[in-house]
């Protein structure tokens, strides 16, 4: 059966665009077990990608990776780090804040701070500023 | 903001076919290629299989659509028919607006817009509120924008996103234009004659309305066969996404206000998810809920679980 002219049922969507994770450190989690060199932070301060829209929605923040064509959903405890982190805090500080703000074992908040930024780093969500 | 007649032209255009690695390709339902897009030097270049190469130019005063083509082996009804159906839509995107696969019906409340895959019923809906009396102001694509300067009047702008009306001609296939004794989608066309149109006047658009059919369910009889449900923002956005129609991905900085619309409207339209059963003996209570969506649309914030 020859094509339909002049139909576009499928047109060309953001397809790509349609990829979301949700990036969720839980500080109400078991403690991740990890060696103290892993859970050691540089002290680096970040900021985003030049490809990236942040943007809360509801109760939502997202971020989009135009270049990778991505969609990241934060939860509420990686919204609050990646506001400290752009607000021009190290990941060092972002751990006392949260900590302190969560009422949280430093060691916790280390390990799934170094998690999520690792995770956000990435995927291009955020880059190391430069020293 | 105009649409000029389509220009027919011999001349040789780019190749726009599967072998052609800088055409982007699109898709119908059933995967086959139905149409061909790449930029080439001054002119976008958008072919559709059937009808011909249409290109427009890569930049446009007042987004005013001048468009020629380079016709295939079709009929002129054909050529022009594919001309408003799909080329403005998606020469007015890549002007600056943004363009929703869907229909829409301007109900009491406003302009509900209807967006689904295809073959959910889109068409067919904005018929069945058409001979309830509502007027169908799109079929196939939604033009949508945010600029507060093409709002009706500096008194009237509330701020929410407008719609841009088009020449359009509702579609049914063969089972909806039997039950309501219409004519096929085979054999209707988009006319305007040789006349150069001007876009509608913006309409304010009220709501989104994803559509979803469910295929081959066992009904629930503990739960209602229509549900409709207010989408969370976040998932509107999605959502909003994967209806899109655009020409071509490759313009990073057209690609980001096309984000940021979205965004925009996910966060200031209300977008809900209709679900229902595949039958025609359902659509007097999809149209029913439609209804009462635009009469009072906070009733239907939360209010109801899709069934899985």
Known sequence: MSPRVGVLDSANRLAPLLSRRVISPCLEAAIIETSPLTAALPGYRYTTSADVIIERLGDSLLAVQLGTDRILELNDTAARLLDLLL???????????ISAEYDAPTEEVTASVAATVASLTAEKILVREAS | MEIFPVQFIETSPPRLDAGNPAATAWQDARGNDVAFATTC???????????????????SQARSVRAEVVPENASTSTVVDSYYRTVVPIALQAYGLETLHGSAVNLPGGVVALCAQPETGKSTIAYALRERGHEAVADDSVIVSLDAAESLTSEAATGRPLIHPLPFALRLRQASAKHFSSPSKASVRVEVGHRRVATGLPLELAAVVMLHRRDGLKPNLDEPAVTLRRLAPNEAFTQLLAQS?????????????????????????PVYGLSYPTGLEHLKAICDRLEGLAAAPEAARDHENPPT
Not at chain 1, 87 to 97: H, L, M, P, Q, S
Not at chain 2, 42 to 52: F, I, K
Not at chain 2, 246 to 260: G, I, P
């Open chain 1, 87 to 97: 607000a021009g805090k190290t990941d060092v500080e972002a751990v006392t804040v």
């Open chain 2, 41 to 59: 030097g001054a002119w976008h270049w958008l072919r559709v299989v059937g009808a011909g190469s249409f290109r427009f130019p890569v930049t």
């Open chain 2, 245 to 269: 129609l655009t020409f071509s991905l490759a313009d990073k900085e057209r690609k980001r206000a096309m984000v940021r619309t979205y965004l925009q409207l996910a966060a200031a339209t």
